[in-house]
């Protein structure tokens, strides 16, 4: 079983559509919790960490539920510079864990 | 400042053929990650230096080998490359030895093994 798993999607929205999507993760003792963004052929960055009350970054919401081992990124009014793969990523023992992405594709 | 920056871009090679990837990072980071990231599958962690001076094995070393030269430079190398290590390679720095810290990556090296 994979460490974090991620619907791999794609999601096709139209823009100013809200999009969610979720990750679970395998690792009960994990530590930190982070989403990442990558666009294609691109590195990762940082898009925001995951705080155990839930945490908003401007159009971005995210949430932590230990009980069921998952964390969700929802994005409101999306906009087409959206459009990219989002790597849930998960802190356990010594090292990060990425999930293999969800792909979100924002039409105009 | 630069951030990241990794050699080469692109690299096709013959199986058994060996190569170095370079590393740097100018933000005075202490630790650095070398990643590999295939096809529906997330980054997986080939090894890290958590400080200058030391490296450790992580998820998939076998194949690899690496030199933390000094604290800006990080290197991985295929002794004897296979079609299975055909992937794009991510170097990655964070501020300190705790994981949690954020990473940040360099652009990639897309290697294809024939």
């Known amino acids: 079983r994979k460490e974090v798993e991620q619907d791999p999607g794609p999601f096709n929205v139209p823009e100013g559509a809200t999009v969610a999507f979720n990750c679970t993760y395998s690792?009960?003792?994990?530590?930190?919790f982070f989403w990442y963004r990558q666009d294609c052929r691109k590195e990762p960055k940082l898009l925001m960490s995951?705080?155990?009350s839930g945490n908003e970054d401007g159009r971005f919401t995210a949430q932590l539920n230990r009980a069921s081992q998952y964390i969700s990124l929802l994005i409101r009014d999306s906009k087409l510079s959206d459009s990219a793969t989002y790597l849930c990523?998960?802190?356990?023992?010594?090292?990060?864990?990425f999930g293999a992405g969800t792909t979100v594709t924002v039409r105009a | 400042n630069a951030g990241v920056t990794q050699t080469p871009k692109f690299q096709v090679l013959k199986t058994g053929q060996s190569m170095t990837l370079q590393c740097a990072q100018d933000?005075?980071?202490?630790?650095m990650y070398w990643y590999r990231q295939d096809p529906g599958m997330g980054l997986r962690l080939i090894y890290y230096?958590?400080?200058?001076?030391?490296?450790d094995k992580g998820e998939v070393p076998n194949g690899y080998n690496v030199s933390r030269l000094n604290k800006r430079e990080f290197s991985l190398r295929l002794e004897s490359a296979a079609p299975s290590q055909t992937s794009v390679y991510f170097c990655?720095?964070?501020?300190?030895?705790?994981?949690?810290?954020?990473?940040?990556f360099g652009p990639g090296t897309r290697l294809l093994v024939l």
């Open positions: 990655a720095s964070s501020g300190n030895q705790r994981v949690q810290e954020t990473q940040y």
């Open positions: 690792n009960s003792a994990s530590q930190s």
């Open positions: 995951v705080y155990s």
């Open positions: 990523v998960v802190m356990g023992d010594y090292k990060l864990s």
């Open positions: 933000m005075n980071h202490n630790s």
């Open positions: 230096s958590a400080s200058e001076g030391t490296t």
